[in-house]
C-alpha cells in the first residue's frame, strides 16, 4: 500500500476515535428510555434495520418511542467505564438508520448500557461523520484496509458488511 495512502488511514482513524469519544455523557440513570417500545426481541422476532441510503445495517437491542422521540437502547453484558469505541460506532449506525426510518421524528441521543453503568451517546453530527468515514475506509475508497480477523461469525453481525470488501459474508 502507498505509504501516503497508509498515513491518511492512520490520521483519518485517530481523527475518528477523537471525534467519537467526545460524543457522550455518563450516568446510571441513564437506563431504557421510557415510552413505547417499538423494536426489540419480543416484538420484531430479530428483523434487521436497514439504511438503505447508506447499504448499513443494525439490531438495536429496543427502540423507544416517546412523543416526537425515537430512542435505541444497547444493552452489553460487559462491564465498561466509557464507552468503547466500537459501540459507540455501532450507534452511530442506528441513528443514521433511525434518522431514515422516521424522517418526522428526533433522534437526540441513544442509550448504551454495560454491566454495571449506563452511558448517554448524543446524536452528533460527527458520530454519523465517523461512522461514515469508517464506512469508506471499509468498502476501499482509500485503498482496501486489511482485515485482521477469520471470523465470519462477526462479519455476519456486522453493521457495514454490506459493501465491505473483506467481508467473510457473500
Ligand atoms: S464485514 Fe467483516 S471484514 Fe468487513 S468490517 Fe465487518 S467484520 Fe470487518
Not at 441510503?53 to 423507544?64: E, H, I, M, N, S
Not at 450507534?91 to 424522517?103: A, C, H, K, Q, S
Request: charged fraction near 25%.
Amino acid at each position: 500500500m502507498n505509504i501516503l495512502i497508509l498515513l491518511l488511514l492512520i490520521l483519518a482513524f485517530a481523527v475518528v476515535i477523537f471525534l467519537v469519544f467526545r460524543s457522550f455523557r455518563t450516568s446510571v440513570r441513564y437506563s431504557i428510555p421510557k415510552g413505547t417500545q417499538i423494536y426489540g426481541d419480543l416484538i420484531s422476532e430479530g428483523k434487521l434495520l436497514r439504511s438503505n441510503r447508506f447499504a448499513l445495517t443494525g439490531k438495536p437491542d429496543k427502540v423507544v418511542m416517546s412523543g416526537k422521540q425515537v430512542i435505541p437502547y444497547e444493552y452489553k453484558s460487559t462491564n465498561a467505564d466509557r464507552p468503547r469505541e466500537g459501540h459507540m460506532l455501532q450507534m452511530g449506525v442506528y441513528f443514521i438508520i433511525l434518522e431514515e426510518m422516521y424522517p418526522d421524528k428526533k433522534i437526540p441521543y441513544g442509550v448504551l448500557r454495560y454491566r454495571e453503568q449506563a452511558f448517554r451517546i448524543d446524536n452528533t453530527p460527527r458520530i454519523k461523520s465517523a461512522v461514515l468515514e469508517i464506512t469508506r475506509q471499509i468498502r476501499g475508497t482509500y485503498g482496501v484496509p486489511v482485515r485482521n480477523h477469520s471470523n465470519s461469525g462477526k462479519c455476519f453481525h456486522c453493521s457495514f458488511k454490506e459493501g465491505c470488501v473483506q467481508s467473510l459474508i457473500r
